[in-house]
């Protein structure tokens, strides 16, 4: 009878409002001294990672000791539930994971086409056959451009990566597409890598200064920054090379392995040009290709495609000119134009997968063309043939059409490093 009384005299006083069930004013609050609270968040925070009951063990000690009664499991555990998950992840797991899991990534997208363009290596979750037979894992290079997330250009190769094929790629992305569905093409203004010895080779920093675009890297050991082409990668495994033959799951191949080299870049050039580019990207809500043709504008160009060849695939060397022509790796090179020029300091710029020329420049200004007779001879040749450029670094890919390679006679070494070469 009291209860229905006093709802009924805060009826007549209040209304409906009356009746409505009165919050407590210290629900949600924790029945603990601050001094408890801190004991348990100090507890649970600590190296190694304690469980909740070890710290309720340990509470409970506290508590006696201060002759306190004793509180329930349920009360330290929602101590430690309130705890901040960051607070937690910096404390049990350090700083550089709390960074990946919770630190704010700002996802920018450039303002415009060829603004930023993004390259980066992979090495797919594939096995194919290479020139032997033997199965191989291929590597990939990608450039990207930013604004639109079209694919610019890619390279597929058997070796590790290097400034080599990171040219090739680059080569191609800059150059025009012989096929008119791939019309991405240009030099960007910047150009944003990792720190891949290749992407840090002194030959890529000579080629931006050259096509007069920026390189910049990204923070080393932070995945952040190039997550645009972290994406396509990610694609390419989940819908290209699950269906190829030699796929690996968990690290041994599904299916028997049977793709050469050629073909799995003819796979590659369909997939990323006539699928990716050509469909939707969820994020910007246009298909790559149409997003980066925008209102049919111009990018910037090399003069030709000579000129592009010689800054990509050549590397450039400080050199003096001697009486009898330029030395370099243990070769002379000779041509009428040098008498002029003895003791004078030239710049050379050679294809190292072809050195029986090389290219002098006096000044920023074209020299000559400096020829090694023994080379021409073929006797150097013959006794490097054994270490010849596979041909498969210089696949041709038929279902794209006419396109940068950058191919010619292979005499040399594989090309791994400019920085080696003296």
């Known amino acids: 009878m009291r209860t229905i009384e006093r709802w009924l005299a805060q009826y007549r006083a209040d209304g409906l409002t009356g009746l409505v069930r009165r919050t407590r ?34 509470v409970l000690t506290f508590y006696k000791e201060r002759q306190w009664p004793s509180p329930s499991y349920s009360t330290v555990y929602a101590v430690i539930s309130r705890l901040d998950p960051g607070m937690i992840t910096l404390a049990h797991e350090g700083p550089a994971s709390f ?65 080599f094929q990171t040219s090739l790629a680059l080569g191609q992305a800059i150059w025009r597409k012989a096929d008119p569905l791939w019309a991405v093409y240009g030099i960007p203004d910047v150009l944003y890598v990792d720190y891949g010895s290749d992407f840090t080779s002194k030959h890529l920093e000579q080629v931006a200064v050259d096509l007069h675009f920026e390189l910049v890297y990204s923070t080393i050991a932070r995945p952040q920054g190039r997550g645009k082409i972290e994406r396509l990668f990610g694609t390419l495994n989940t819908e290209l090379l699950p269906e190829l033959p030699g796929y ?28 990716y580019n050509a469909r939707t990207h969820r994020e910007i809500r246009l298909p790559p290709q149409t997003a980066w043709s925008g209102d049919s504008w111009l990018p910037r160009t090399p003069n030709s ?33 040098l008498a002029a020029y003895v003791k004078e300091a030239v710049t050379i710029r050679y294809d190292p997968r072809d050195v029986a020329e090389i290219r002098v420049f006096h000044r920023n200004r074209f020299l000559c063309r400096g020829q090694s007779r023994a080379l021409w001879s073929g006797n150097y040749v013959e006794r490097h043939s054994g270490r010849a450029l596979e041909s498969s670094s ?29």
């Open 394 to 422: 210089c696949t041709s890919r038929a279902n794209q059409g006419t396109r940068y390679t950058g191919c010619r006679v292979p005499r040399t070494a594989h090309y791994r490093s400019d920085d080696a070469c003296p």
């Open 25 to 58: 004013e210290d629900r949600g609050g924790r029945r603990l001294p601050g001094e408890a609270v801190e004991l348990i968040e100090g507890l649970f925070l600590k190296m190694p990672r304690p469980s909740a009951a070890s710290v309720f063990r340990r």
């Open 248 to 275: 690996l799951m968990h690290g041994k191949p599904a299916t028997e392995p049977t793709l050469s080299l050629a073909e799995l870049d003819r796979a590659l050039g369909t997939f990323l040009v006539g699928t």
């Open 305 to 337: 495609l000579e000129d592009l060849d010689l800054l990509l695939i050549s590397v450039a060397k400080a050199r003096t000119i001697h009486r009898d022509g330029i030395h370099f790796q243990g070769i002379r090179y000779m041509d009428p134009t």
């Open 99 to 163: 960074r990946d899991k919770f630190e704010l990534v700002h996802r920018h997208r450039a303002s415009r086409p060829n603004a930023v363009w993004q390259a980066g290596h992979t090495q797919l979750d594939l096995l194919i056959r290479d020139a032997s037979g033997k199965p191989v894992r291929p590597w990939l290079t990608t450039v990207i451009d930013d604004h639109s997330r079209a694919l610019a250009g890619y390279s597929v190769f058997v070796d590790a990566p290097s400034a």
